[in-house]
T-cell receptor
Framework: KQEVTQIPAALSVPEGENLVLNCSFTDSAIYNLQWFRQDPGKGLTSLLLIQSSQREQTSGRLNASLDKSSGRSTLYIAASQPGDSATYLCAVSPAAGNKLTFGGGTRVLVKP | GAVVSQHPSWVICKSGTSVKIECRSLDFQATTMFWYRQFPKQSLMLMATSNEGSKATYEQGVEKDKFLINHASLTLSTLTVTSAHPEDSSFYIC?????????????FGPGTRLTVT
């Protein structure tokens, strides 16, 4: 059974600092991995999707890496802003269009 | 990107009544949709996979007679919480994969907050 772990569970940084969020999964047979952002009481916003054949994806200040063989992904957020405060979730899928298994999330607070 | 909507966004009901939540893919067709629930300060837990034209597949521990799922069309799945009790109060979120020519990215609805009194 796939298990996804996110460390740390919570993170507080001053504005401008870079953020590093970690995600690990036990079964390396994944189809893709997605990073999401969730604001309190809201749904999920997809940030980045990495296919199993890729090693990284970038979008603006966000960069996600994937090391499938070791079961790890890292989300980097450069030059953090207070608006980046949210919970960040990673999730993996075993096959195309299949269900996601989520990590517990990392709650991020960026202090002005 | 693809859009998934949910209705209602929040609902309050009395214990013992039933509540229906709708999940729609607005600009793409989805033969499969997923239903998750989320308790405060916790992550999402998959409840069931909704399959268009066939029975839903429920995760272990989820009561299929309590959480009725119907996927009547390629753009609509419904979750009915029957005989709701206070412990069913939660945030329910649906998702649908869109991948006609891509990596099957999952798109999530905005969620429905259910409070059972």
């Amino acid at each position: 059974k796939q298990e996804v772990t996110q460390i740390p569970a919570a993170l507080s940084v001053p504005e401008g600092e870079n953020l590093v969020l970690n995600c690990s999964f036990t079964d390396s047979a994944i189809y893709n991995l997605q990073w999401f952002r969730q604001d309190p009481g809201k749904g999920l916003t997809s940030l980045l999707l990495i296919q199993s054949s890729q090693r990284e994806q970038t979008s603006g200040r966000l960069n996600a890496s994937l090391d499938k063989s070791s079961g790890r992904s890292t989300l980097y957020i450069a030059a953090s802003q207070p608006g980046d405060s949210a919970t960040y979730l990673c999730a993996v899928s075993p096959a195309a269009g299949n269900k996601l298994t989520f990590g517990g999330g990392t709650r991020v607070l960026v202090k002005p | 990107g693809a859009v998934v909507s949910q209705h209602p966004s929040w609902v309050i009901c009395k214990s013992g009544t039933s509540v229906k939540i709708e999940c729609r893919s607005l600009d793409f067709q989805a033969t499969t949709m997923f239903w998750y629930r989320q308790f405060p300060k916790q992550s999402l837990m998959l409840m069931a996979t909704s399959n268009e034209g066939s029975k839903a597949t429920y995760e272990q521990g989820v009561e299929k007679d309590k959480f009725l799922i119907n996927h009547a069309s390629l753009t609509l799945s419904t979750l009915t919480v029957t005989s709701a009790h206070p412990e069913d109060s939660s945030f329910y979120i649906c998702s649908a994969p869109s991948g006609a020519s891509g990596p099957y990215e999952q798109y999530f609805g905005p969620g429905t907050r259910l409070t059972v009194t």
